[in-house]
């Protein structure tokens, strides 16, 4: 077991872009959470969902962002027409279940850059 | 709302010498989680000790220790015998008993100077 990994780990795009993240979760785990981390921050939750279905959404998600978790095992976040602000690390994370036990694990981040 | 304030930005301290990272949480609920993640520059995010709000004992692992003093709403971490190993940002974080979201803190940057 690798571990959470996303992809890419670092995305340059234009501002009025469309880009989409992938989070590959721990495998036995059916919990799977995105967070954004900007500069100077900790992290700050955006959406989760238990195995195929989304949960819950922050307001921090506008409608420019959507998230999918197709078959219950890989996630992807897209942002359309990126905006400066959209400047950030993209976290996610994967837990086995809500106990104290079931710690969140974190993926190494996709850092976004915005120009 | 659940917040969480960590007071100091930045702190350091020499290897081998002992540190304390404070951090202030405020809730209205009873039942609830608190967290110490470390973020190594440019790597992942670790959860480094957890303690239930149940729980009175301070939860230990190895050098790294917790005075959780629940009537103050206050969580701190100490670290024993720093290693250059241990500079890092460090994470506070937040859950309710009921939730499975985090909520951080801002974090503090910790130097360990050799």
């Known amino acids: 077991d690798t571990g959470v990994s996303q992809d890419p780990r670092h995305k340059i795009t234009k501002r009025g872009q469309n880009v989409t993240f992938r989070c590959d979760p721990i495998s036995e785990h059916n919990r799977l959470y995105w967070y954004r981390q900007t500069l100077g921050q900790g992290p700050e939750f955006l959406t989760y969902?238990?195995?195929?279905?989304?949960?819950?959404k922050s307001r921090l998600l506008s409608d420019r962002f959507s998230a999918e978790r197709p078959k219950g095992s890989f996630s992807t976040l897209e942002i359309q027409r990126t905006e400066q602000g959209d400047s950030a690390m993209y976290l996610c994370?994967?837990?086995?279940?809500?106990?104290?036990?079931?710690?969140?694990?974190f993926g190494p981040g996709t850092r976004l850059t915005v120009t | 709302a659940q917040t969480v304030t960590q007071s100091q930005p930045e702190m350091s301290v020499q290897e081998a010498e002992t540190v304390t990272l404070s951090c202030t949480y405020d809730?209205?609920?009873?039942?609830?989680?608190l967290f110490w993640y470390k973020q190594p520059p440019s790597r992942q995010m670790i959860l480094v000790i957890r303690?239930?709000?149940?729980?009175?004992q301070n939860a230990t692992e190895n050098r790294f220790s917790v005075n959780f003093q629940k009537a103050a709403k206050s969580f701190s971490l100490k670290i024993s015998d720093s290693q250059l190993g241990d500079a890092a940002m460090y994470f506070c974080?937040?859950?309710?008993?009921?939730?499975?979201?985090?909520?951080f803190g801002k974090g503090t940057l910790l130097t360990v100077n050799p």
């Open positions: 994370a994967s837990s086995l279940g809500q106990g104290i036990s079931h710690e969140q694990y």
């Open positions: 809730t209205s609920e009873s039942d609830y989680y």
């Open positions: 974080a937040y859950r309710g008993g009921s939730n499975y979201k985090l909520t």
């Open positions: 969902f238990q195995n195929e279905a989304q949960l819950e």
């Open positions: 303690q239930e709000a149940y729980k009175q």
